[in-house]
């Protein structure tokens, strides 16, 4: 059981917590990893020969995390004796898998192998409180949140009742039996990825009076992309703000004014540039709190693109204009000149949703170089054709072959990657 005392001690401790100038949270962020790095040369076996600087800290992509699992974690779990605890748990939908003490949650596997994450009871509670310290307008009045999700579980169960009620409901369910349940529930804070905040809108605009009327809206575990989030505040009469979450931490969240900030009071972020002119970085993370499982200089597969330095918000964290999804949905392209590179989706995005007659698309770059586009509708095929030959040639680009294809099955917990490349 999750303690509704820390819950509320991690929530009030991150509402009090206060950084008015960059070099505070710089202060405040090293004292936390040195007490990280400290810990994990005793805790966990991978990092026993470590040094005492974060430079001295391999830089792990999942695979590597994956592989060397037992040894960062702080009980010696097994990566497979984990997955199948959890995949057991996952078909039957209770998302009850522990294992020595700790529960055991599953990411969704877009960027490849799916991953593990362990939590204990007080990780739960703290990450409960900070959530909805940041979340959620106030701490003192009533809210009654939900959250649409792949999965469930204590980790998005650690608080319930009170002033504060939380439905979780199940993103598998058929739209019609989300939209029911939601509208039962009457949530004032509706969290929810952007095609289920989109399904809603679209049903909301159809009626006179909807019963569906939260205050706050998040987008969240997948892109929201500006056409989808223009028809979410269009038929929801409010924006949707954004949470960046992954398995591997609470990465940011929007502020009041709209802008997505990096939780930089949470984790340290490193940044891989991989496009100089923008800026575009891929993060390198490591979390300041956790302790279960060891998240030091790990390699997040997204696209970040960085914001203005400041925001009208005043906040010291770092701004992201924004996360335009997994490194594979970059395109890697010959130029005119013969040289290799990328084209990243939010280009082509924009592009393409903007030929006459489009609503939506899909487009592969295969194994060969060649490019695969499904439209909806089919008969704006010819249109986004065009509008992404044209992109490719104002960028310098030499022309791959472009074919039609089918559009793909998705089932309702799949990401929308409207970019991807074959791997």
Known sequence: MVDRWRVLAAALATRSRRFGTRAQLERHQQRRLQRVLNRARR???????????????????KATWLRHFDGLNDRGLDLAQCLAAARAAEADRSFEATLKGVSIGLSSGTSGQQGVFLTTPAEQARWAGVMLAKALPSLREPARVALVLRSGGPLYQAVHGGRITFCYV????????????????????????????????????????PDLAPH???????????????RVASGFGCPARQIYQATEGFLGISCEHGTLHL???????????????SGRFTPVITDLYRTTQAIIRYRLNDVLLPGVPDCPCGSAF?????????????????????????????????AVLAAPGVHDFRLVQRLD?????????????ASAHRALQRLLRSRGFAEPAISGRPWPVESSIDKRRRVRRER
């Open 170 to 209: 199940d993103l598998a369910l058929p739209p019609d039996a989300i939209a029911e349940r939601l509208q039962a529930f009457a949530p004032t804070v509706l969290a929810a990825p952007p095609q289920v905040l989109d399904d809603l809108a679209a049903r909301r605009s159809r009626v006179s009076r």
């Open 318 to 350: 770092a701004t992201v204009a924004r996360v335009e999804g997994r490194a594979d949905d970059v395109l890697w392209l010959p130029d005119q000149a013969g040289a290799t590179r990328p084209l990243f989706a939010d280009f082509v995005r924009n």
């Open 216 to 230: 706050t809206i998040y987008s969240i575990a997948d892109v929201l992309d500006d056409d989808v989030a223009a």
């Open 369 to 381: 170089g060649s490019l695969g586009l499904a439209v909806r509708p089919s008969n704006a095929q």
């Open 43 to 61: 805790v966990y076996p991978f990092y026993a020969a470590a040094g005492t600087s974060l430079a001295d800290f391999p830089v792990l992509d």
């Open 263 to 277: 939780n930089e009071d949470l984790v340290h972020v490193e940044r891989e540039v991989i496009d100089q002119s």
